[in-house]
Every structure is written in structure tokens, then in C-alpha cells.
């Protein structure tokens, strides 16, 4: 293999990952997963729903944003 093939072989197998992509983050696969789950109490997404918003979640010194929207009172 030429090195221009080595160099597209490596890149086509990294960065696959929805995650790594979306956060631009190559280590966002090794995340568990429920760390990030949540639990809502009394008629939160349907609050949410009925004031027609996307609500934005941040915490600037992880670089993280969450967009929060429901529709038909469930979490989209």
C-alpha cells in the first residue's frame, strides 16, 4: 500500500462514530452512556411542549450544549 492509501485507509477507520463526529470529540465513544441519562419529575416535557421553545442546556467549561424540545409531551 502507497502512502497516500496508509493515510486513507487510517482516516476512513477513525472518527466513525456518531458521537466522536457530532462533539468533535474522538474519545466521546468511550463515554458510558448512563452518565448521560435522565430523569424528569412532575409534567416537565409537557411544560416544555406547551411553551412552544427549544430550551439550550450549557456548561461551558465542558463545551457541552443540549438542545431540549418536546413534542406530543415526549423528549425529541
Do not use: N
Not at 461551558?60 to 438542545?67: F, G, P, Q, R
Request: glycine letters at 4%; one cysteine or more; charged letters at 25%.
Amino acid at each position: 500500500m502507497t502512502d497516500p492509501e496508509a493515510m486513507w485507509a487510517r482516516h476512513h477507520a477513525e472518527w466513525r462514530d456518531p458521537a466522536q463526529i457530532t462533539s468533535q470529540w474522538q474519545e466521546a465513544a468511550e463515554t458510558d452512556t448512563k452518565l448521560l441519562q435522565h430523569r424528569t419529575r412532575g409534567p416537565w416535557w409537557d411544560i416544555l411542549q406547551q411553551c412552544g421553545v427549544v430550551l439550550l442546556v450549557t456548561r461551558e467549561y465542558e463545551h457541552l450544549v443540549m438542545a431540549l424540545h418536546a413534542s406530543e409531551g415526549s423528549p425529541r
